[in-house]
């Protein structure tokens, strides 16, 4: 336990860039509106290029471009085996391009740089940038996560998100977002989606997601919209099994499709497929979405009239794995539409399984082409077929810039929901003479930003003293928390209940559960901001105040603390429905 006596208030201010307002109004009009876009200008591509580069590849190298492998974005040295291994997807087996995970900005720019010189055909590179580069670079930007920006019911500021994402990604030489995320969160035990969605509503997740599919693809980003058909009715993680979904058709037609039919009609030039079974549509045994044609040739392609790229979740995740061998999984994604192979597990097995398919006559030639076409297209509207490189020299003007922070700081400012504020205990006031206690609790999935809000917390509070417990996990002394509790005015309890992969929870464990309750029990009073999962006051409804920030960036605790001293006023409304009491809509503002 640390104590620490606060000895002053910092004021937090800030300053806000708009587009203007014309030019914001016919943005989102445009979003909004459902109008085709024109084919040509789709691909905008020198389609001279395309034939010629089509024309001068093997089969092999054609099914090549449909294999995107993955890296880690650090400069790597030249004679070891993972640069080994890249150079030679790169050089020798002619792949389409890398996903990339962790790395820096700059040492990533480099190394897409030195992977684009191994590759006559330019590489198409591609991350999941889901709320900013920081979500996967050391030093990247960061923005509130995608329910927070449903909480403010502010399209323009999703543009402005989406539009300054593309210029990072730009800058650092990532061409393809696996993002936004369409799914609608309507499941509160859903395991891997929760904040990532926009919120319950399909029409607000239509509004917001088509607003930031133009945002990064005005910005010259490829935007992916995902996950197809909709992930967010599950309680499964697909990284660690296949979900079924057992809905009618019906029910996917009035709900998880309608964001998809959005983001198609809007012009999205991606989208990505789930790992999860829908019996309804196609009933073959432990099929994903990801691998059936009746899903994706039939509802995505010919019904909805999808024409940009399909691709697949990362085929490296149980929900496929366990179910079919990497050849099996190679031929059934040729056969149900798939454009994009993400992270086989063996690009070159995969490889020969779907050439020894042509050669053998059970997949057509015409099949590749039709899909190495749309992908050499795209390549050309990136006008890679111009110039594939970029200058490590201007990343770090790009990355995580004045802007993105001022973008940041409005979206976490309005998206800040206060659900319960029993006797007006929200804002502090008088509060120079009492003592309050942090408790700050992570449910232990990865590292929470605690220590960003103990710092900011403790410079902007005019309490007397603040003492502070940082648990992680299960509690341990639960009975000394509750002694010193006794001692104490306020009692603080920031809650950093996160989405991460094959966990199967964004909860809270039982013990820290039982902590909240017996702190309140006290009689004291007990204020619950949630950092993560809103729908957690189901576990303490007896809390004097409870808030939903929906993330832990640096810009959404500021706001939080910040809507605690009064400083800004409180204007998020519920994205989703987090219990009977408290509805979609639901938000106490001042």
């Known amino acids: 336990m640390t104590r620490s006596k606060t000895i002053k208030i910092f004021l937090f201010s800030f300053s806000i860039i708009f587009f203007s307002s014309a030019e914001l109004s016919n943005l989102i009009s445009a979003a909004k509106s459902g109008n085709s876009f024109n084919e040509s200008e789709y691909y905008g591509s020198d389609k001279e290029w395309v034939e010629s580069r089509l024309a001068s590849m093997t089969l092999r190298e054609k099914i090549a471009q449909m294999i995107i492998s993955y890296s880690n974005g650090y400069l790597q040295d030249e004679n070891s085996q993972e640069f080994g291994r890249l150079r030679l997807l790169t050089e020798d087996e002619k792949i389409g391009g890398f996903i990339f995970f962790k790395g820096s900005s700059v040492e990533e720019c480099k190394l897409i740089n030195r992977l684009q010189e191994f590759s006559e055909t330019p590489l198409l590179m591609s991350a999941d940038f889901e709320r900013g580069t920081k ?16 909480a403010t019911r502010n399209a323009d500021l999703a543009y402005q998100m989406g539009f300054q994402i593309a210029k990072e990604c730009r800058a650092i030489g990532i061409h393809q977002n696996y993002a936004p995320v369409m799914d609608i969160n309507n499941n509160p035990d859903n395991p891997i989606i929760n904040v990532r969605s926009f919120g319950e509503d399909p029409g607000l997740v239509s509004e917001l997601g088509s607003a930031m599919i133009k945002g990064l693809q005005d910005g010259g980003i490829i935007a992916t919209a995902k996950h197809f058909p909709g992930h967010g009715d599950t309680d499964i993680d697909s990284h660690s ?55 994706i040739d039939g509802i995505l392609i010919k019904e909805m009239g999808f024409k940009g790229l399909v691709v697949t979740d990362a085929l490296n995740m149980a929900g496929v794995v366990k179910h079919f061998t990497a050849e099996e999984v190679a031929l059934k994604c040729v056969n149900a ?25 059970s997949i057509s030639e015409e099949r590749i082409n039709e899909s190495v076409r749309k992908i050499l297209k795209a390549k050309s509207w990136l006008k890679l077929d111009q110039n594939k490189y970029t200058d490590p020299n201007n990343v770090p003007a790009a990355v995580n810039s004045e802007k993105e922070k001022q973008i940041s700081s409005q979206i976490a400012d309005e998206s800040i929901t206060l659900v319960i504020n029993k006797d007006d205990v929200i804002p502090f006031k008088n509060s120079s003479e009492k003592k309050c206690l942090v408790v700050s609790l992570n449910n232990g999935n990865e590292k929470a930003n605690s220590d960003y809000f103990v710092s900011y917390f403790e410079k902007n509070n ?46 809270l464990p039982s013990s820290q559960l039982s902590l909240i309750n017996s702190l309140t029990a006290t009689g ?5 901001i949630s950092f993560g999962n809103p729908y957690l006051i189901q576990g303490f409804p007896d809390v004097d105040s409870y808030i939903c920030a929906y993330a832990d960036a640096e810009s959404s605790i500021t706001s939080a603390v910040n809507a605690l001293n009064g400083i800004i006023k409180f204007k998020g409304k519920l994205p989703v429905s987090i219990s009977q009491e408290f509805k979609y809509g639901y938000g106490i503002t001042n």
């Open 524 to 528: 004291k009073k007990v204020v619950v």
């Open 135 to 150: 979500m996967r670079l050391d030093d990247g930007s960061l923005f509130p996560n995608n329910m927070a920006l449903g």
């Open 337 to 361: 539409g798939v454009d994009l192979i993400l992270m086989p597990q063996g690009e070159s097995k995969t490889i020969s399984a779907i050439e020894n398919a042509v050669n053998s006559g």
């Open 462 to 507: 005019s309490f007397k003293e603040s003492f502070l417990y940082d648990i992680s996990g299960e509690v341990t002394n639960p009975n000394e928390i509750i002694s010193d509790a006794a001692n104490s005015d306020i009692i603080i309890i920031p809650v950093y209940a996160k989405v991460k992969i094959k966990t199967g929870s964004v909860g």
């Open 241 to 295: 099994d296949l979900p079924v979904l057992n809905f009618s058709r019906e029910r996917l037609d009035n709900l998880e499709l309608i964001p998809f039919k959005n983001a198609v009609t809007a012009g999205v030039r991606s989208v990505m497929i789930a790992h999860l079974s829908l019996p309804s549509v196609d009933d073959e045994p432990f099929l994903p979405a990801s691998l059936s044609s009746k899903i």
